[in-house]
C-alpha cells in the first residue's frame, strides 16, 4: 500500500476554527439536532493522523453556548490574526443556521445582508447579534494566510427549512452576489451546503447534515484510493454537486453545494507526490525515476510558495526526462489556465490605472476609453460602468459650459461596445445646499422677529434675536438640504442602475 495522502500542506503550521450549533439563547430560533454532531466529527478528521495531521493546539472547536458573537471574534481576531503566518493554511467550518435579511441602513446600496446565527443572537436585532458576512470578512482580513478555507454547512435561503432560520426581514434572495466578493482573493474560497434558494438537509439516518457526511465520506474515500492523489477543490466540488443534489432528491428535497472564491484550481487537495513504494526499477531507469520524483517534490514547493513560473520550468524539465508523465502533463495544463488568469488580472490592473491616470489629467475621453478597455477583460466591473458614467458625466458638464445652452457640440467618443448614457445630472452638493440654507434662515429671521417679540425689548434685543434665530434656521436649512440631496443622489443612482440592467 502506498503512503496515506496528506492534506495540502504549505511550508507553515496547519490551523482551523471549528464550529457547531444545534440550541440558541432564544427560542424563537428552532434548535437543530446534528450540528454539534458534524464540528466533532470534522475536528477528529482533521486530528487524525492518518488524514489532516493538524496538530490538537491548532485546532479550536466551540460548541452550543460557546459560540456566541463575541467568542466567534475573539478566536478570529485575537486568536487566529495573532498566530497565523503568511505561509500557514487555515481552514473555519460552520454547522448551524444561516439567514438573509434586510438591513435598516438605506444610505447603502446593497440592503441585502447574508447572516451566520450565533448561540446568542437575538431574532429582532441580527445586524448587531448575529455574524453578518461583511463582518465575518473584516475579521478574517488580519489574518495572513496562505490559503483560508471556509466551509459553511447551512443556507442562506431565509425559509425556515433544515439549517435556514426565516426572520421577519428576509426577503426572496436569489444568488450569492456577496460571496464572491467575500472570497475575492486568490488565497481563499468558500463552499457554501446550498444554493441561495435551498435549504441545507440533515440526514436522520446518519445524523449528520446530508452535505458533511458526503463531503466526509468523499475524502475518506480519497485517502485510501491510489488514483485520487490529485484530487483537486474543483474535482472535490463536482463530485459535492451532483451527489448532494442526488440525495436531497431522493429525500423530496433540493439541494446543490455551491463554491466561491478564487482558489487556484491547479492545487491539489491532497498531497499527490508521496514516496515511491519500494520497488526494484531497472538499473538503468533508477537515476531518472528518482531525478523526476525529485522534480515533481519541487515542483509542488513552487506551487506552495506561488512561484508559478518557476514551477512550469520545472515541469517543462519533468516532461524533457518523461514525455508521458500525466501529473506534470495534468499540472503544466492547469498551471497555464492559471498563469493566463494572472495576466488577465494584470491587464485590468494596469487599465485601471491608466484611467484613473487620465482622470487626474481630467482626459474624460481617455479615461472612458481606458474604462472600456476594464469592461471587455471583465463585463461584471461594477467600477469600471461607473467610471465610464462619471467621465461621460464630466464631458457633457464641459459640453454645456461651452455651448451655453445645454446642448452637446460634439458626440459622446467611439467605443466598440455601447455605453450607457444615464449619467447622473444633479448641481453639486455646494450648490443645492443654498436655496434651502437660505429659505430657512429667512424663516428664522422672521420668527425672531417677530414670534418673539416683547413690548419692553430694545432694538439691539431684538436684532440679536432674530440673527440667533435666522443662524439656528439656516443650521435647519443645512440638515433639510443634505437629507434631500442625499436621497435624490441615491434615487438617480437606484435609475441608473435600472436602466443599466434594463
Keep these: ?5 496528506q492534506i495540502l500542506e504549505p511550508s507553515g503550521e496547519k490551523y482551523a476554527l471549528i464550529v457547531g450549533l444545534d440550541n440558541f439563547r432564544d427560542g424563537n430560533i428552532p434548535s437543530l439536532r446534528y450540528a454539534r454532531n458534524d464540528a466533532e466529527a470534522v475536528r ?12 490538537r493546539e491548532n485546532v479550536h472547536v466551540l460548541l452550543d453556548e460557546e459560540a456566541t458573537l463575541g467568542d466567534i471574534r475573539s ?4 486568536w487566529l490574526g495573532a498566530k497565523v503566518r503568511e505561509q500557514d493554511h487555515v481552514w473555519i467550518y460552520f454547522a448551524g443556521c444561516g439567514t438573509t435579511a434586510m438591513t435598516d441602513d438605506r444610505n447603502r446600496e446593497h440592503t441585502i445582508m447574508n447572516y451566520l446565527i450565533m448561540h446568542d443572537t437575538n431574532p429582532e436585532d441580527l445586524a448587531m447579534s448575529a455574524l ?5 470578512e473584516e475579521w478574517l482580513d488580519v489574518v495572513a494566510a496562505e ?25 426572496s434572495y436569489e444568488d450569492y452576489a456577496f460571496f464572491s466578493t467575500f472570497a475575492k482573493n486568490s488565497r481563499r474560497m468558500a463552499v457554501i451546503a446550498a444554493g441561495p434558494m435551498e435549504s441545507a438537509c440533515e440526514d436522520n439516518d446518519a445524523a449528520h447534515g446530508l452535505f458533511t457526511r458526503i463531503l466526509l465520506q468523499r475524502l475518506r474515500m480519497a485517502v485510501h484510493t491510489e488514483r485520487d492523489y490529485d484530487l483537486t477543490w474543483e474535482a472535490l466540488q ?16 433540493a439541494q446543490t453545494p455551491v463554491k466561491v472564491g478564487g482558489l487556484p484550481g491547479h492545487l491539489p487537495l491532497f498531497d499527490d507526490l508521496p514516496q515511491p513504494r519500494p520497488a526494484a526499477p531497472a538499473i538503468e531507469s533508477a537515476p531518472k525515476h528518482a531525478r523526476v520524483q525529485q522534480l515533481l517534490r519541487e515542483a509542488q514547493q513552487e506551487l506552495y510558495a506561488d512561484n508559478l513560473y518557476h514551477a512550469r520550468e520545472l515541469l517543462l524539465e519533468i516532461l524533457e526526462l518523461d514525455a508521458n508523465n500525466r501529473r506534470a502533463l495534468n499540472g503544466l495544463r492547469k498551471l497555464e489556465e492559471v498563469l ?3 495576466d488577465r488580472e494584470t491587464q485590468i490592473k494596469q487599465a485601471f490605472s491608466e484611467a484613473r491616470r487620465h482622470w487626474d489629467e481630467r482626459n474624460y475621453i481617455e479615461a472612458t476609453r481606458w474604462y472600456g478597455r476594464v469592461l471587455e477583460l471583465d463585463p461584471t466591473s461594477e467600477s469600471a460602468r461607473v467610471g465610464i458614467e462619471t467621465c461621460q458625466s464630466m464631458l457633457q458638464k464641459q459640453e454645456e459650459e461651452n455651448d451655453g445652452n445645454g446642448a452637446l457640440s460634439t458626440p459622446w467618443p467611439a467605443m466598440e461596445k455601447p455605453l450607457h448614457a444615464h449619467a447622473l445630472k444633479m448641481k453639486g452638493y455646494d450648490e443645492f445646499i443654498w436655496p434651502y440654507v437660505g429659505w430657512w434662515a429667512l424663516v428664522g429671521v422672521v420668527w425672531g422677529l417677530f414670534g418673539t417679540h416683547t413690548e419692553n425689548a430694545s432694538t439691539a434685543t431684538t436684532f440679536i434675536t432674530a440673527l440667533k434665530f435666522g443662524f439656528f434656521g439656516g443650521l435647519i436649512g443645512l440638515v433639510h ?22
Design 1 to 5: 500500500m502506498p503512503p496515506s495522502p
Design 44 to 55: 477528529d478528521f482533521l486530528l487524525d493522523p492518518e488524514f489532516g495531521k493538524f496538530k
Design 75 to 78: 478566536q478570529l481576531v485575537y
Design 132 to 136: 453578518a458576512l461583511n463582518q465575518l
Design 147 to 171: 490559503r483560508l478555507i471556509l466551509i459553511f454547512d447551512c443556507g442562506f435561503s431565509g425559509f425556515g427549512k433544515g439549517r435556514t432560520f426565516a426572520s421577519n426581514k428576509t426577503p
Design 238 to 253: 463536482q463530485f459535492l454537486a451532483a451527489e448532494v443534489s442526488r440525495q436531497a432528491e431522493l429525500r423530496g428535497g
Design 340 to 342: 493566463q488568469q494572472g
Design 481 to 502: 438640504a443634505s437629507a434631500v440631496y442625499f436621497y435624490k443622489l441615491a434615487e438617480l443612482r437606484l435609475k441608473a442602475k435600472k436602466a443599466r440592467k434594463a
